[in-house]
């Protein structure tokens, strides 16, 4: 059974870049039958699709925060990674990742990371 | 402003039905993308509810099911439950955006 995990900071300084890692259980990362995907949601508010990536190179971005964005894999580690640029107040959420295909759900989920931009 | 459009809320009493409606256009769900719905109590990760507009995961009950017309779709829970109260999101693909997209979610009560 797949699971995942996030990892990273929790306090992030404006201005600077956010990066958190998923950790990968019970399956490969590398495994073509699935994209790897962050997801994010301020309190109190929607869940917001940020990025995918599939197999080690091939990715696609939210187009609201693709000058920001950028997610890379380490097969070594069977992880995967988001960094997100130039954070403002606005970019504090809690931060998914989850497995999915672009015709199945989201599933499973990690936890989820609280991630506060703030000085 | 969510590209998919869902109630902020509904609500209904214990037995009901209640139905939450998910919007969207000819560019996701009207170009005939599925729709995915999950359901998140605050302080945990959504959970798949509904996949491909209508199929059940295993160990969700049959009271939940969902339906797909045109642009849109929509999710009806029937003999309404007290730990039914949650937020539920439904989700599809976008070929303009080239996107994951998600409604911007209901909150559903249980009188």
């Known amino acids: 059974q797949v699971q995942l995990q996030e990892s990273g900071p929790g306090l992030v300084k404006p201005s600077q870049t956010l990066s958190l890692t998923c950790s990968v259980s019970?399956?490969?990362?590398?495994?073509?039958?699935?994209?790897w995907s962050w997801i994010r949601q301020p309190a109190g508010k929607g869940l917001e699709w940020i990025g995918r990536i599939f197999t080690t190179e091939s990715t696609i971005y939210n187009p609201s925060l693709r000058n920001r964005v950028t997610i890379s894999v380490d097969t070594s580690k069977n992880q995967f990674s988001l960094n997100l640029s130039s954070v403002t107040a606005a970019d504090t959420a809690v931060y998914y990742c989850?497995?999915?295909?672009?015709?199945?759900?989201?599933?499973?989920w990690g936890q989820g990371t609280l991630v506060t931009v703030s000085s | 402003q969510s590209v998919l459009t869902q109630p902020p809320s509904v609500s209904g009493a214990p037995g009901q039905r209640i139905t939450i409606s998910c919007t969207g256009s000819s560019s996701n769900i009207g170009a005939n993308y599925d729709v995915q719905w999950y359901r998140q109590v605050p302080g945990t990760a959504p959970k798949v509810v509904i996949s491909n507009n209508n199929n059940r995961p295993s160990g969700v009950p049959d009271r939940f099911s969902g339906s797909k017309s045109g642009t849109s779709a929509s999710l009806a829970i029937t003999g309404l439950q007290a730990d039914d109260e949650a937020d539920y999101y439904c989700q599809s693909f976008d070929s303009s955006l080239n996107s994951w997209v998600f409604g911007g979610g209901t909150k559903l009560t249980v009188l």
């Open positions: 019970g399956g490969s990362i590398t495994n073509r039958n699935y994209y």
């Open positions: 989850a497995r999915g295909t672009i015709f199945d759900p989201f599933d499973p």
